[in-house]
């Protein structure tokens, strides 16, 4: 069972559920054949956006399904890019806030 929690963007409320291993493979290319194919088709990358979206949103509330014609409907491109960020680092597959800035050295003088 994927877990859920609920996240606000711009005053909008969302339940999202943390992606299933299943939905993982789905999303995400095993083999480097497989990534670098991918890397040429950004349209390809585009659609697993949607996808991934449409799995979270769909497993946390079954009773109220996404697709893509309703993510397109009801979403701006600010809320599309932080629900996908959010469901990343939900499931584990993004950097948590922070990681990877450079962190502040004092000087000493």
Same mark, same amino acid.
């Given at each position: 069972m994927a877990r859920t929690k609920e996240v606000e963007i711009y005053g909008q409320k969302f339940v999202i559920a943390s992606l299933t291993l299943d939905q993982v493979e789905q999303l995400f290319p095993a083999t480097k054949e497989e990534q670098d194919k991918l890397k040429e088709n950004p349209l390809g990358q585009a659609e697993r956006v949607y996808q991934c979206i449409s799995f979270?949103?769909?497993? +946390? $509330? &079954?009773?109220? &399904?996404?697709?893509? +014609?309703? %993510?397109? $409907? @009801? #979403?701006?491109?600010? *809320?599309?890019?932080?629900?996908?960020?959010? %469901?990343? $680092? #939900?499931? =584990?597959? +993004?950097?948590? @806030? =922070? +990681?990877? @800035?450079? $962190?502040? *050295? &004092?000087?000493?003088?």
């Open positions: 979270s949103l769909s497993t +946390a $509330r &079954p009773d109220d &399904p996404w697709d893509k +014609a309703r %993510i397109k $409907r @009801e #979403l701006d491109m600010v *809320t599309f890019g932080e629900l996908h960020l959010a %469901i990343l $680092r #939900l499931s =584990g597959l +993004a950097p948590e @806030e =922070g +990681a990877g @800035e450079p $962190r502040a *050295t &004092p000087s000493i003088h």
